[in-house]
Each structure stands twice: as structure tokens, then as C-alpha cells.
């Protein structure tokens, strides 16, 4: 089983549509959990962070952590056309050493429709 | 500007041949990485390095090398005995001392065998 498991997709959905987008994972000590996005050739950019349980809103996106499931989720609301990119799920243990290093999905690829 | 900047964009590189591909941050931070892209394999880490002149081999560290002798300035070189380069590559740094865990991409490098 892999550490972090993420459905590769593609994902696509009509603009103005509700989009959820999921990891699961197998590591009990991780802590922190992102999400970051990536257009086409490009470097990916943090999106969301979320230490531990719990949810985050900014704007339109929604980051959910369920430890006790081991599943982490991100929720977009009103998706446009501009949203359409990869999105990477990643998360490590704690921050010092080699257990901060960032364990990542395979990512989603997400397209909306104007 | 902070950020970290990666060069080249592209390259093309025969088949025996080392390449070097450029990583610099200005951002003051004391963790650098590089991954692997490949389409639907997500990100695959080839090398880390948490200090200067020091590194630590990741999970693909076959056929590539690295040196850290600036905090700054973390390349990579891609040997002739990497059988399978072609690949977008990504270089990352995190501020080890940050109680957030989040690490900064480049644009990244795209690497084609000819």
C-alpha cells in the first residue's frame, strides 16, 4: 500500500460546479497535511495547509482532514475555468529532519468547462 | 523578489551525456530538494539536502549526483547512467526553522533525450 494514495482522474466539470477532491493515506504520524496547485508546465504553489484535524476555508476552497478516517479532502466551490490545473496532496510528520519532508499524491487533474 | 529560480527552462541532452540543471533560492532557507515529475507519477524525490555540504539520496537517487556548497545553490546532475531522464524537473526549498512545513517551488526543467 502506498503512503498516499490520490485519484489520478481527469476530473472535469461544468464551471460553477462543486468540486471534491480526496487523499487517503496509511501513516498514523503525519501531521501536516497541504494542498498545492499546478498548472501546465509550471511549479506547483501552495494552495491550502492545514496542521492536524479540522477544517480550513479560504474563499472558494475547503481543506478537510479526517485523521481518524486517514483521509484528507479539498472542496471547491463555484469552480471556474481558471481553476483547471493539477492539484497535489502532500503531508509529512513533524517538521525537523528527514520526517519534514513532504510526501505527495499523484495529483488530479482538474479541467472545467466554460 | 524571493523565490527560487531554475535554469534552463528546457533541455535537450544526447544520449551519454551529463547534464547539469541550476537551482538558486534567495529566500534564506536551509532545506533544497529536486524531484521528478513524470505524467501520472506525481512527484518522486531524488535528493534533499537540510544543510549545506550535506545531502541525502531520496527515493530515485540512481544516475543523478549533487553538491550543496551554498546555501543558496543546490544543482543536480543528470549522469549518463540515468537510463530514463526525460522528465520535468522540480527544485524545492523549505525554511527548516518554520513551524509551517511548506516547501517552495521553481518553475521547473524540462529535460528531453534526444
Known amino acids: 500500500q502506498k503512503e498516499v494514495e490520490q485519484d489520478p482522474g481527469p476530473l472535469s466539470v461544468p464551471e460553477g460546479a462543486i468540486v471534491s477532491l480526496n487523499c487517503t493515506y496509511s501513516n498514523s504520524a503525519f501531521q501536516y497535511f497541504m494542498w498545492y496547485r499546478q498548472y501546465s508546465r509550471k511549479g506547483p504553489e501552495l494552495l491550502m495547509y492545514t496542521y492536524s484535524s479540522g477544517n480550513k476555508e479560504d474563499g472558494r476552497f475547503t481543506a478537510q482532514v479526517d485523521k481518524s478516517s486517514k483521509y484528507i479532502s479539498l472542496f471547491i466551490r463555484d469552480s471556474q475555468p481558471s481553476d483547471s490545473a493539477t492539484y497535489l496532496c502532500?503531508?509529512?510528520?513533524?517538521?525537523?529532519?528527514?520526517?519534514?519532508?513532504?510526501?505527495f499524491g499523484k495529483g488530479t487533474k482538474l479541467s472545467v468547462k466554460p | 523578489d524571493g523565490g527560487i529560480t531554475q535554469s534552463p527552462k528546457y533541455l535537450f541532452r544526447k544520449e551519454g551525456q551529463n547534464v547539469t540543471l541550476s537551482c538558486e533560492q534567495n529566500?534564506?532557507?536551509?532545506?533544497m530538494y529536486w524531484y521528478r515529475q513524470d505524467p501520472g507519477q506525481g512527484l518522486r524525490l531524488i535528493y534533499y539536502s537540510q544543510i549545506v555540504n550535506d545531502f541525502q539520496k531520496g527515493d530515485i537517487a540512481e544516475g543523478y549526483s549533487v553538491s550543496r556548497e551554498k546555501k543558496e545553490s543546490f544543482p543536480l546532475t543528470v549522469t549518463s547512467a540515468q537510463k530514463n531522464p526525460t522528465a520535468f524537473y522540480l527544485c524545492a526549498s523549505r525554511d527548516s526553522y518554520s513551524s509551517y512545513n511548506e516547501q517552495f517551488f521553481g518553475p521547473g526543467t524540462r529535460l528531453t533525450v534526444l
Open positions: 502532500a503531508m509529512s510528520g513533524e517538521y525537523g529532519g528527514s520526517q519534514g519532508n513532504l510526501i
Open positions: 529566500l534564506n532557507h536551509d532545506a
